[in-house]
């Protein structure tokens, strides 16, 4: 293990009930917002209802769920979608299966 092995790692922890507006979803993804306005089209992300854009903070996680598996896995959008929707889906199923275990 070298010396720089054991250091930590920084990061912000992020309220999933926060509002986002469509620029600071996009700087926090650090993506163009024309590619979070994309996710939106595609059904990747959702919004609130307002007269503006704005996402939950759950909406950053699935965001960046959405990046990684683009960037990764180099999914098309509706790739991407599906991909996202599934993962959700199967942990959902995870959730209650423990829930029934308890």
């Known amino acids: ?7 930590a790692l920084p990061g912000t922890i992020f309220d999933e009930s926060a ?3 469509l620029e600071e979803l996009s700087r926090m993804c650090a993506v163009d917002q ?4 994309e996710f ?25 769920l959405a990046l ?9 959008l509706a790739g991407v979608a599906l991909a996202v929707e599934l993962i959700e889906e199967l942990a959902q199923l995870r959730r209650e299966l423990r829930a ?3």
């Open 68 to 76: 990684r598996l683009e960037r990764d896995l180099e999914l098309n």
């Open 19 to 21: 509002i986002l507006s």
């Open 34 to 37: 024309r590619h979070i306005v």
């Open 1 to 7: 293990m070298s010396p720089t092995d054991d250091r």
């Open 40 to 64: 939106v089209e595609e059904g990747v992300l959702s919004t609130v209802q307002s007269t503006e854009w704005r996402f939950t903070g759950a909406e950053l996680r699935r965001a960046r």
């Open 100 to 102: 029934r275990r308890s």
